[in-house]
Structure formats: structure tokens, C-alpha cells
């Protein structure tokens, strides 16, 4: 496979929020459910107080960063990025709420790309860690989450009983 083109990130529309907003609260609720966290019910109403809770101003929300990912020339979106920046003892930290490519865009090296320009942005924005979350289940990001450097730092495990 070929490097995949560079890939930019531009604030997200009001537009776009809005469609990505409808979309990923149902999609992290499917997830958990997933997982076997909850039923498809609970997980429902837990994204949608989650999203809530997290973007009470949408794009506007305090310390959230949400971009739409861009590639090629003319540049044309790929996908998205979402980062909140945390404040601790230790210095600034960027925390990876959700990070995502298109569908039809996938197993191009956009993954990776758009992954280092979150970094990237992190960066410029003072941080000087990234962490992120990821289901057991999704041995794809797993992958690329290693093979970017990065490390567990907690484990959650399950016995059905």
C-alpha cells in the first residue's frame, strides 16, 4: 500500500457537527452494546447523557476540539477528529474522544495519518501526552493505537457467569 496522502484538519462546520452528533451518539451506543457493557437500551440513553454532558455547547464546548479530516487536492473530507485537552499536575494532556474515516476511505493509511494529525494539533494546543479509549472488540484500532507508540495504562475485563 502506498503512504496515504497527508491529512489536515479544519474546524468542523455547525453543519457537520450536527450530522456527526446524531450518527456517533447511536454509533457509541451500539458499541457498548457491543461489548456486552449494556443492552442496546441503556447503552442508548447513556451515550446521549454522555454527549450531553460532554458538548453542553456543541463546537462551542469548553476544551473540545472537533475537526474534519481533510486529504488529497482539491482537499476533500476523509473523516474526523475529537479531542478534549485536560489540565494536570502533570502538564496538558489531549484525551481522543473519537476518531473516525470514512467507510469507503478505510485501509488506505488514512487511519494513521489522520492519528498523526490529531497529535499534531495536540501538540500545537500545549498538550504533551494523547490517551484514548478503545472496545476489546476492535482488534483494528488496536493495532494501529500500538502501532503508534501507544501503551496500556488500564485494562477492563469481563466473566460472563
Known amino acids: 500500500m502506498a503512504d496515504a496522502a497527508p491529512v489536515r484538519l479544519r474546524r468542523m462546520t455547525q453543519e457537520e457537527f450536527d450530522t ?3 450518527g456517533s451518539e ?5 458499541e457498548m452494546a457491543a461489548s456486552g ?4 437500551d441503556a447503552a442508548e440513553k447513556r451515550s446521549a447523557l454522555e454527549y450531553a454532558e460532554l458538548l453542553p455547547d456543541g463546537l462551542d464546548s469548553p476544551q473540545m476540539h472537533l475537526w474534519t479530516a481533510e486529504a488529497g487536492d482539491p482537499a476533500e473530507p476523509v473523516g474526523l477528529g475529537w479531542i478534549e ?10 484525551w481522543v474522544y ?5 467507510a469507503e476511505r478505510r485501509g488506505r493509511g488514512l487511519g494513521r495519518a489522520l492519528m498523526e494529525a490529531l497529535h499534531d494539533a495536540a501538540r500545537d494546543l500545549g498538550a504533551t501526552s494523547i ?12 493495532h494501529l493505537y500500538e502501532s503508534l507508540g501507544y501503551a496500556v495504562t488500564a485494562q477492563q475485563m469481563k466473566h460472563d457467569l
Do not use: C, M
Open 85 to 94: 485537552l485536560r489540565e494536570r499536575s502533570s502538564g496538558v494532556t489531549a
Open 37 to 40: 457493557q449494556l443492552d442496546l
Open 20 to 22: 456527526y452528533r446524531a
Open 98 to 102: 473519537d476518531v473516525k474515516v470514512d
Open 131 to 142: 490517551s484514548l479509549n478503545v472496545f476489546g472488540h476492535n482488534a483494528t484500532a488496536i
Open 26 to 30: 447511536r454509533a457509541y451506543a451500539l
